[in-house]
């Protein structure tokens, strides 16, 4: 039974964490994980979900999902938070867990937060546990696992990337908290039209936790009218986001991206600053605009211009670093020399290439090019190319393969300084060939 100071407890809750769903048919987004047919919802079905990590942005569902998967299973769920919880606190849990599972047979799920913080040592101390099935982990992090954790622990996890929410995952969680009279505001006379929850949602970037937080804000702060209602525009919600009103529908913004990218690559730096700045100052996240333009320096500078990809990653950490608006600035600049820069699509070619053969097989590697120490025989015949003065020709391809060519250089900018090398290197494989 709840007495008054948890009823105060949860009353302080934000918004978004009221309205946490606890079922897996009421989750919103995540359809490529928790989709009808998905491996996760079958595992979770039978009861036989390993420790997995969950990794993605902020406000996705990550531990919402793993609330719902232990609570959906006959089993106890503890929770814990990498920052403030360490190695005794995870033994603590392994000790119980154990006994629980030796008394009861009931299994223990530890739900970490803010997974990556865990140091080697942290993580290590988890590990037997995991692999003798006396914890289920699963944590969760807005760190790629594969780069912030130990690799010891990632081995033993599955591993699930959640998306940023799409406008209409958000809408969804937003008519909810407005219908819900126990958890959410429903009991609030609330006037708002579709345009301002469209709004919201656009300008949340992907993050329910954002717009629910956001809403909640805009409603509390609100001088109600005489008869009560309560009238939320969109200067209210902008008030709250601390973004501009500016009018973007989704068709525009998706046409407006695609006019920055195709601006970078058509080398016009005049459209590139203005569609990158409209967006922004709609409220898009400039880290979104940095992203693009790494992927861009990349795909249309590639190697005529290899400064152009440290400029666009330059800007991403400024950006981070400093903010709006002094982020603008580094951002602008590399937006500048990134469509000044010669284009080369070389990078994207070689890659889309080597994936058709990869996704084929041919994992023959020439015996001398194994590696030698985990075989019985010593594996002779490869030329060490610093003692030919730091090439010699040999095959590195496997045998089935080995005259395939990737990689056509351009002859735009820097790629053309060795653009006559390797088109005689073509020719004297071509020439093997004969």
């Known amino acids: 039974m709840d007495d008054l100071f948890s009823i105060n407890r949860d009353s302080a809750k934000p918004l978004a964490e009221r309205m946490r769903c606890s079922s897996m048919d009421d989750f919103i ?29 902020p406000g996705t569902g990550k531990t919402t999902l793993a609330n719902i998967i232990a609570n959906s299973t006959n089993s106890v769920a503890v929770y814990l938070n990498a920052v403030t919880n360490g190695v005794q606190d995870a033994k603590k849990v392994i000790d119980e867990a154990k006994q629980r599972l030796s008394f009861y047979g009931k299994k223990t ?24 099935g006396e914890i289920i982990f699963i944590g969760s992090t807005t760190e790629n696992p594969y780069i912030s954790m130990t690799k010891a622990i990632v081995s033993r996890c599955r591993i699930f990337e959640f998306k940023a929410l799409t406008i209409d995952n958000i809408l969804i969680g937003i008519n909810r908290a407005l219908s819900d009279k126990t958890n959410g505001v429903g009991n609030y006379n609330i ?48 008030q709250s986001l601390q973004r501009p009103v500016i009018s973007i529908d989704n068709d525009n ?12 690559r058509g080398s016009d730096p005049n459209a590139a600053v203005f569609y990158a700045t409209r967006l922004i100052e709609s409220g898009v996240d400039p880290l979104l605009i940095c992203r693009r333009l790494i992927a861009h320096s990349a795909e249309d500078v590639g190697l005529a211009d290899h400064d152009a990809l440290l400029m666009a990653v330059s800007s991403l950490i400024a950006m981070q670093n400093l903010g709006l608006p002094e982020g603008l600035i580094p951002l602008t600049e590399a937006i500048i020399y990134v469509c000044k820069a010669p284009k080369s699509n070389s990078v994207v070619n070689t890659l889309y290439s080597a994936q058709e053969k990869a996704k084929e097989g041919h994992d023959n590697v020439p015996m001398y090019l194994r590696d030698p120490n985990y075989k019985n025989s010593k594996i002779s015949g490869y030329k060490y190319p610093h003692d030919y003065g730091g090439y ?39 020439d093997d060939k004969k």
């Not at 300008?203 to 008869?227: F, H, M, Q, W």
């Not at 395939?404 to 006559?420: A, I, K, M, Q």
């Open 191 to 238: 006037i708002i039209d579709e345009d301002t929850k469209r709004y919201l949602a656009f300008c949340s970037n992907g993050d329910l936790r954002v717009a629910l937080n956001s809403l909640e804000l805009a409603i509390l702060t609100t001088i109600p009218n005489k008869d009560g209602s309560i009238n939320i525009t969109k200067e209210v919600v902008s």
């Open 29 to 57: 987004g995540q359809e490529h994980i928790v989709g009808k047919d998905s491996l996760l919802r079958r595992a979770i079905k039978i009861d036989r979900l390993g420790s997995c990590i969950f990794y993605g942005p």
């Open 109 to 132: 799920y530890l739900i970490l937060d803010e997974c990556h913080r865990w140091n080697k040592s942290q993580s290590d101390s988890v590990l037997s546990a995991i692999e003798k």
């Open 392 to 430: 010699i020709k040999q095959q590195y391809l496997p045998d089935d393969i080995k005259d395939c060519v990737f990689y056509n250089p351009s002859n735009n900018g820097e790629e053309r300084l060795y653009h006559d090398i390797w088109k005689g290197y073509i020719s004297s494989k071509k």
């Open 253 to 264: 913004y998706y046409d407006m991206l695609s006019a920055f990218c195709k601006s970078l």
